[in-house]
């Protein structure tokens, strides 16, 4: 019997678990006009699953299955604990090697310029002590320097929001993972000035 349960619902698209597949479905935008509707969640459709299959070569992401429909990507359900809601039940030192983790996983993605584009602990699930990385759904690919400082940002602003009691010391082993990028010393110059960038618009 095929069971269909929705884990997930935002503006973009609803995500279902069916048969122990996860499946992501554009949703229609009635105020868009149907062609030009259907020809954007198509787009992005294919560009998310070309992200995915690239992504997933280089570390731990759900490689997807061939596209059925045009507005929905199929792939594997990945069973494990999210990290934003475990996280903090782990020691100290735990959370440090999670981390540091993190940051080795976010460089081998940046080394093939791939931007995830909403690293949060809410896109991350621990598997047997292994980071998946999910939800590419804004990701794109880029050599930008500046891209790959906002990236590391957004996730400093999720630890900072999520997990608070020691965010900073969790950031600081991030970044000594990232420094297995070979441009990490650049990218942390301009995460910098996107700090500071921030800073002035609050």
């Known amino acids: 019997m095929n069971k269909e349960k929705i884990i997930q619902q935002g503006a973009e698209a609803k995500i279902i678990l069916s048969n122990n597949l996860i499946v992501k479905d554009r949703i229609k935008k ?3 006009i149907k062609e030009i509707d259907e020809k ?11 992200l995915l299959e690239k992504a997933s070569k280089i570390i731990n992401a759900p490689d997807p299955f061939p596209l059925k429909e045009f507005n929905k990507i199929e792939m594997p359900f990945i069973e494990g604990q999210k990290l934003s809601e475990s996280l903090d039940s782990f020691s100290l030192d735990k959370q440090k090697e999670i981390c540091k983790q ?3 996983e976010i460089a081998k ?9 909403d690293l949060t602990t809410s ?9 998946f990385f999910i939800d ?3 990701g794109y690919i880029s050599k930008k320097i500046e891209d790959k400082a906002v990236d590391l940002h957004l996730l400093k602003q999720a630890l900072e929001a999520k997990h608070f009691t020691h965010w900073e010391t969790l950031f600081e082993h991030v970044l000594k993972g990232y420094k297995s990028y070979n441009e990490s ?3 942390l110059e301009r995460l910098k000035a996107v700090e500071k960038r921030g800073r002035y618009k609050h």
Do not use: C, P, W
């Open 102 to 104: 993190i940051g080795e």
């Open 123 to 131: 896109n991350m699930i621990l598997k047997d002590n292994s980071i």
């Open 40 to 50: 954007i969640r198509k787009q992005r459709t294919k560009a998310e699953k070309k």
């Open 109 to 117: 993605l940046h080394n093939a310029d791939i931007i995830h584009g």
């Open 30 to 32: 009635s105020y868009r």
């Open 185 to 187: 010393s650049k990218v």
């Open 136 to 138: 590419f759904g804004l």
